[in-house]
């Protein structure tokens, strides 16, 4: 169904088309929501004082000509001038209770696209970091984003699961007795113990690049210990999947490694490559140092290894073999640099053309209460599962204190922390709190699954009323329903900016606006009274608990009927 903004913005292209704009006008730009609603309208139409500019005309009869230029179709009675040069839009009360509808369907995209996203992506033999959860849960709700309008999604985690780093932990399993019966959560301690090994022994450091080199040349003892970190590792991040609720495929670093040598042979071929310091390196043109000197990418080290960079040139010229249209990277704002440098060497190289998009979509930090980096008392970085877990006794405790039973406990913590993610806008670093993400104030999870819930009770008892009144609810609308099926025409807008945008916080802050928007029409409209139930206003929450569910989806949390 077609929303206001996207619904105008078109209509004005058209317009401005037909009174000799140019191809590039970008009308997208011209059309504004007007949240007050009253004398500007619904939607502000700004465009005249630009199009006079470029046709050299008068502002004011531009502005005149694009109101009856603008087929208001049958969302906006005619568009009126007002001020100088701006056309006010506002919605039809017809249309907008028209298109109250309990179930919020997405207009599928009318082109579907390929997508890979690739997100979380670890590293074996550490124990995943806040990071990792931030690129986790950020990374699913930009999949569901993409699915929820019938684009095809590759979900790819590029585990780090080759490079240097593993000839030391071979090396040091060498030592250990029966690796085979190492727990899991022994990884981490066993990398630290293997990097304290590395760092202070001269021999242990010369049998560790020895390993590296085994290891690549397939020699089985190696082989097998790589598999053995590489699966305990695997069995410990679908855990936390699991307990997440994601779905995502490894294709882990080691999977490009047949190809490293194709990359670097065809950018020498191409003469993209020069010698520095005995490494194979790429100058990309605007990227310099700090000093100002020209910083290439390295793409193969000078004792002959590949690097992460080789890795994900590999990975991006694979990606476009494979057809996709667009290549979606949820990695920390500190790879932004290393991305950007990747892009421009695959597109000079020719690997990456033009209509198929690569985008980086970074993201800050998770702070701990005191403003720092989250980080333990000791100063490591914190388990994700210890944070899960708490999250999940956390939400039991709210459960407990509500009358409500232990799995809707664990669901409301869990659902809190993927929440608490996804209602900050990524690029801002954030503060960790679990008391702020299990409150029931302010914009968190428990807030919105317990509107959501109620709700329903409202429709359910709305339904088992008497009698009820009329059947369409066909009267105009008075002020707190007008703003609330405003705000609920506004979805797909929405939906669409968060996606473009790659930030779910905008649906979280929209469905937040919902949930206070029906909370002022609540407060105000009886939806029974004496046994008759108002069907307009029964539409209208039934339209708002359609909104929060499709809207919860898109950031992964499944909302409850009963609490
Ligand atoms: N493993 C990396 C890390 O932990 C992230 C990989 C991101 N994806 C990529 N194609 N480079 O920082």
């Known amino acids: 169904m077609a ?48 199009l006079a500019k470029t046709l050299r005309r008068n502002p004011a009869e531009i502005a005149a000509e694009l109101a009856g230029a603008i087929d208001a179709g049958p ?47 670890p590293n074996v033999a550490k124990e995943m970091h806040v990071g990792h959860l931030r690129s986790t849960i950020i990374g699913d709700s930009v999949c569901r984003h993409f699915e929820a309008r019938g684009h095809s999604v590759d979900r790819v985690s590029h585990v ?45 450091r010369d049998e560790a690049r020895q390993r590296v080199v085994d290891l690549q040349a397939g020699e089985p003892r190696a082989r097998e210990l790589w598999e053995l970190l590489c699966e305990g590792s695997r069995a410990e991040f679908h855990e936390l999947y699991d307990q997440l609720g994601v779905d995502v495929r490894e294709v882990g670093e080691s999977f490009y490694q047949p190809l490293l040598a194709g990359v670097v042979a065809d950018l020498e071929e191409q003469g993209l490559v020069e010698v520095s310091d005995g490494a194979k390196v790429v100058f990309v043109e605007g990227f310099t140092t700090r000093e100002g000197t020209p910083l290439p990418l390295i793409v193969q080290k000078a004792d002959g290894g590949y690097n992460y960079a080789s890795t994900d040139l590999a990975a991006i010229r694979h990606r476009v073999e494979q057809g996709f249209d667009r290549i979606v990277y949820v990695v920390d704002h500190g790879q932004s640099q290393h991305f950007e440098m990747v892009y421009a060497v695959a597109r000079r190289a020719g690997w990456l053309p033009d209509d198929v998009e ?123 329903e007008r703003a609330l099926a405003k705000v609920l025409a506004d979805f797909e807008d929405v939906v669409d900016r968060a996606t473009a ?20 029409f609540y407060e105000r409209s009886r939806v029974v009274s004496e046994g008759r139930v108002d069907p307009l206003r029964l539409r209208l929450c039934e339209a708002t608990a359609g909104a929060l569910r499709t809207g919860l989806d898109l950031l992964g949390v499944r909302v409850l009927e009963r609490i």
Not at 75 to 102: C, I, T
Not at 176 to 200: C, G, H, M, Q
């Open 3 to 50: 929303a206001p903004l996207a619904f105008l913005t078109e209509a004005l292209r058209d317009a401005a088309a037909r009174l000799g704009a140019p191809e590039d006008f970008e009308a997208a730009r011209f059309v504004q929501r007007n949240r007050g609603g009253g004398e500007r309208g619904d939607v502000q139409v700004n465009a005249a004082f630009a």
């Open 75 to 121: 969302l906006f009675a005619p568009g009126e001038v007002s001020g100088k040069a701006f056309v006010n839009f506002r919605l039809r009360d017809e249309w907008l209770v028209e298109r109250l509808a309990a179930d919020v369907a997405l207009t599928p995209a009318a082109e579907p696209e390929r997508v890979v996203v690739d997100f979380s992506s």
């Open 160 to 204: 780090g699961d080759w490079g240097t780093q593993f000839g030391m932990l071979i090396r040091h399993l060498d030592d250990v007795a029966d690796p085979s019966t190492l727990s899991i959560a022994d990884l981490d301690a066993l990398y630290k113990e293997a990097k304290r090994r590395f760092d202070a022994d001269e021999a242990f």
């Open 358 to 480: 690569a985008v980086h979509v970074p993201f800050g930090l998770v702070l701990g209460e005191d403003g720092k980096r989250l980080r333990t008392r000791s100063g490591d970085s914190v388990a994700l599962r210890s944070l899960l877990d708490e999250a999940e006794e956390r939400g039991r405790a709210l459960a407990h204190e509500h009358g409500a039973p232990e799995d809707v406990g664990s669901h409301l913590g869990l659902s809190a922390i993927r929440y608490a993610e996804l209602s900050h806008n990524r690029m801002t670093n954030y503060v960790f709190s679990f008391d702020k993400m299990v409150s029931l104030e302010g914009n968190t999870a428990p807030y919105m699954l317990y509107a959501y819930a109620r709700i329903r009770g409202i429709v359910d008892k709305a339904r088992g009323a008497d009698e009820v009144a009329g059947a369409g609810g066909e009267r105009p609308l008075d002020d707190s």
């Open 501 to 520: 945008e790659y930030q779910p916080s905008d649906v979280s802050e929209y469905l937040f606006a919902v949930s206070q928007e029906f909370n002022r």
